[in-house]
Structures are given as C-alpha cells and as structure tokens.
C-alpha cells in the first residue's frame, strides 16, 4: 500500500475522532499560547541585547496578550501598565475595561500574525515604532489598533497601546450593540470551566464537531447509493461501485468554511474568536493537504493501469516512488503553512533540514546507488517483469524490479535479489530480448561413414533447414567439420525464427527428430565415444591376460589380433 493512502480507507469514524482531537489540542493551546506569547524571543546575536520587561511588553504580541490575560481576570489595575495613558486610578481602569471590551467583541482574531520581535514587524517604514494589531469596522469606517514602542527609562523600551487609539475606545465602546453569546447561554454553560476553558466550547468541541461529521457521513452514504444507482442503469454496469459524493477531506474544509461563517454571526470573546479561527484554518490546511494526497492516489492509480496496459510494469516502482515523493511534499508543505501560520520563522527549520538531508545522503550512499540503479533500468528498459535474464551466475526470469533490487526467480524456483547497483555496472544478458534464436548441434557420426553417406547426410540436412518455415534461409550452414578422436564432426548452423525460448525448444525438437531421420536413411549411425587399444603378441599383458584391463570378448580379440599383423 502507497505511503499515507490509507487516509482514504475507513475513515468515517476516524475522521470524526480525528477532528475531536486536533479541535482539543487546540482548545487547550490557545490559552497556554496567550498566557505565554508574553515572553518575547530571544535576540540576534548581532544586535545589542534587549532589557527583559517583567510584563512581557518587550514585543507587539507580549503586550496585547498580557492585556488579555489580565483584563479577563479581572485585573485592571495590572491591564493599565499596557496602556500609553496619563489617567490614574478609576479614570485609567475604566478605559482599561472599555479597551478590553472592545477588542473582546470587535478584534478581528489575528493574534497569531502579531510580531513577536523587539523591532516588530516593520510592516510600515515611515512608521516603525508603531504596530498595528486590526482594524475594527464602524460606521464612519474603520478604526486601527494601534501599539507604539516608547521608551520608559530604566524599563528601556516597551510597547504599549497608543494614546491616539486610547482616545478613540470610549466612542467605539458606545458603539458596541451586540449581544454577546454569553449573556444568551445559560449561566452554567458560561460560568462553569474545565480546564480553565467555558463549559459550553466543549461541548461545542466533543458534540457539535462530531454531530456536524454524523450528518455529513450519512449525506454522502444516502447521495452515494441514489448516484451509483444511477450510475449502474445509465452505464448497464451492475458492478459499478458507488462514488464518495462528500469525501472526508472535503467534509473538513465543509467544517473550515461553516466555522468561519458562525464566527461572522456571532460575538465570542476574542480568545474562543481566535480558537476557533485558528481550528478552522488549521483544518482548511490540513484538509487540503489530505484531498492533494487523494488526488495524486488517483493520479497514481489512473498511470498504473495505463502502464500495465502498455507492459510497463516496471515502471510502477518508480511510479510508486514519485507518489511517495508528492506526498512527502505534500505533507510538509502543510507542517511549513501550519508553522508559518502561528508565526514561527521556518527558516532556520528548512537549513537544517538541507544540512540532516546531506548527511544522510552521505550515511545512505549505497541505498542511493541502488535507488539510481532502479531508476536507470526503468528508464532504459533494459529488463522487463517475465524476462529470462542472465547477471553474472544467476539465471532465471525477473519476478519484480523495485527501486532498491530486482527478483530473479531461477531455475530451481529459488527467489535471488540482486541489488540495482550491482546491476547496473555488471555485464546483463537479456535472454528474452533476442530476436531470433541459435540452431548448433554438432553431429558426430561413426567411423566407417563413407563419403558418398556423408555426401548424402549433409545435403539432406542442408534441404531440411532450407524447406523449413522457421528457418531463416540466408544462415542455413551445413559442414563436415573434421576428424574427431572418435567420431566424423559435422557443424549445423543455423538461426530459428521463434516467438521465444519455449518455442524455440519446441522448433529445435522438431529439427533434431528430423535431422535423425535423414542420418538414419543414409545408413549412418551416430558415434559412441570410444577407443581402440592395439596391442603386440605375446606381450606381458596379453599372457597376463591384460592384467589392469577389462579382458575383451572373443570377437574384440580378432579385430585387434587382426589389427596388429597389419601393423607389423
């Protein structure tokens, strides 16, 4: 099974569970991330070091989420220490409260986009002790929120809300008419916290999450069988599956978008405004993400049977590669957007991934040159499942071709895998890929053949191969060859025209049986390996009885016995 596929098998259930746990990881980050955006980062080596602020006002982000945090605690006293304002005592705690108002109702959730350097983001040069946090909508138009870095002495310096917006908060908190969900629910709902976190954003959570993903699983389940019922009479294909309607990966972008048009017909507080948000976009990615891995499955799927149909089937390794490779991508371009979206500078991520992806280039060298050696078989064709090949002692047919080695089934039925790198700088014999095929057999026919026989068998043969559809005509070669230590040598040449190595044995068969027939109706017969021993008479081993020598019958003895008076 291709890597991360099995996102796309029975996952109605899980796709539920699954969303559960992404909304609770961030149910519970978004306040620990508030609370504890206060600390800024750390410096750059290069620049002089910056005065630690004991309320995290050292950035744009630490300074509007410290206000958060002690404004929703109540804390005004400690909320006034991030304003730029003269006003003292209840003057100043009003206009804290006003100004936490405010933003609770009317701040677009943006905070994760908050610089969270010294310097800011210097999104404006002309202005770069200023930042803005958002813009707020009103009826004369919008309204920015501003934080400006002045310098407190001692302190050094600190951001603090601008005194220009401060000036602007009493009107926009007149302004505010919305009914805040809160004062809607019941109390216990709002009151009651688990984890420091309202009862009723859980139950939103743990409920309506997987209440919304029970009533789109049953819409695609109905939508699918009316569609492949459809599907079946149109086509007259009984067998026709029923198509996914609402995929799970487009049921989360579903959820994405339907979260975000609540979050315009609602007044949450800002922090549940920016859980929320953040869940939503969190699941537009990583829902993208998953329907990119679906698409390039298909993909996959879809050029895999077009190769099968074109006999390319070792290029489904290399496929499979290139998909895991896609989805990898994929993958991490995801984590990178996820990053970047709360954020976090993946700069310093990517260089060290450059640096760990060379070093285990250099620690996987010889899986690296199997991997190449895979690529160039595929790519140069030189071996195909079903071939009858021959590397170096190992003979037999390719069973598969990966990407790391290549099976070769033997004779024997043994199973050998031979790694691509050896392959690729070894000698590789194609049996399969011959054209046409090696017809050798050297005949040995008995001494006593005379030359009118061996006239006779060799033009008979000659005829044969020429007469013979398989046989290409122009290599027919028919030669007495030459005196053999026991027998008369005749080549036969010639090349068969078969389909491959199984026909051709079938064609060389043939051939052989007649090849005999035309020896045979010469009167000739095939030599046995031999040798005749000429001995003196008399000598020491002929008394003996031809001592270390099996004794010859009788009629053996004559030829010999006549064999040597010639001799002498």
Request: proline share 5%.
């Amino acid at each position: 099974m291709r890597p991360l596929s099995f996102l796309s098998q029975n996952c109605g259930a899980r796709s539920g569970i699954a969303a559960c746990l992404v909304s609770l990881v961030l149910l519970f980050c978004v306040p620990v991330w508030a609370q504890t955006g206060t600390s800024s980062s750390s410096p750059a080596a290069s620049q002089p070091e910056v005065p630690k602020d004991a309320l995290g006002r050292t950035t744009p982000r630490g300074t509007v989420l410290g206000f958060v945090n002690a404004a929703r605690k109540a804390d005004y006293e400690l909320a006034v220490q991030y304003l730029n304002t003269r006003l003292r005592g209840k003057r100043a705690t009003d206009l804290a409260h006003q100004l936490f108002v405010v933003l609770d109702r009317r701040l677009p959730a943006r905070l994760n986009a908050l610089s969270d350097v010294p310097e800011g983001s210097l999104s404006n040069p002309l202005k770069p002790n200023q930042e803005i946090v958002g813009s707020i909508n009103t009826d004369d138009g919008s309204v920015d929120i501003v934080v400006e870095r002045v310098d407190r002495g001692k302190s050094g310096l600190i951001w603090l809300f601008s005194s220009k917006t401060l000036e602007l908060i009493p009107a926009l908190f007149d302004d505010i008419n919305e009914v805040s969900v809160e004062n809607v629910l019941p109390e216990f709902l709002v009151n009651t916290r688990v984890a420091d976190i309202p009862l009723f954003e859980w139950l939103a959570v743990l409920v309506g999450i997987p209440l919304f993903f029970l009533i789109t699983s049953l819409l695609n389940r109905g939508l699918s069988r009316l569609i492949g019922r459809w599907r079946r009479r149109l086509y007259k294909k009984p067998d026709l599956p029923n198509p996914q309607i609402l995929p799970v990966p487009f049921r989360i972008l579903l959820l994405a978008a339907v979260i975000r048009w609540v979050l315009t017909k609602l007044s949450l507080p800002l922090l549940a405004r920016q859980f929320w948000f953040s869940t939503a976009s969190i699941m537009a990615i990583w829902g993208c993400v998953w329907l990119l891995i679906l698409l390039s499955s298909r993909a996959e799927e879809y050029i895999s049977r077009r190769l099968q149909v074109r006999n390319l089937t070792g290029a489904t390794s290399m496929l499979r590669l290139g998909s895991w490779a896609i989805d990898v991508l994929i993958v991490f371009a995801g984590v990178l957007v996820s990053v970047r979206y709360f954020g976090a500078d993946p700069t310093a991520a990517l260089a060290g991934l450059g640096v760990g992806g060379i070093a285990v280039a250099l620690a996987a060298q010889k899986t690296l040159e199997n991997v190449i050696g895979g690529i160039s078989l595929i790519f140069d064709r030189a071996v195909q499942v079903g071939d009858t090949l021959k590397v170096g002692d190992v003979s037999g047919t390719v069973d598969d071709i990966g990407l790391r080695s290549t099976r070769i089934r033997t004779l024997d039925r043994s199973v050998v895998s031979v790694p691509n790198g050896q392959i690729a700088t070894m000698s590789l014999e194609n049996l399969s890929a011959r054209d046409k095929f090696w017809f050798h057999p050297i005949l040995s026919l008995r001494y006593g053949t005379t030359s009118v026989q061996m006239r006779v068998v060799l033009e008979s043969i000659h005829r044969l191969l020429e007469e013979t559809r398989l046989v290409e005509a122009t290599s027919v070669r028919v030669r007495f060859l030459h005196f053999g230590p026991s027998s008369l040598d005749v080549e036969v040449f010639a090349y068969i025209l078969a389909n491959d190595w199984e026909h051709f044995l079938e064609v060389q068969e043939a051939l052989l049986l007649r090849i005999m027939e035309c020896v045979e109706s010469a009167g000739v017969n095939i030599a046995v390996p031999s040798q005749i021993i000429f001995t003196a008479p008399g000598s020491a081993s002929t008394e003996a009885g031809g001592a270390g020598l099996p004794k010859a019958s009788a009629p053996d003895k004559n030829v010999l016995d006549q064999a040597a008076a010639k001799l002498a």
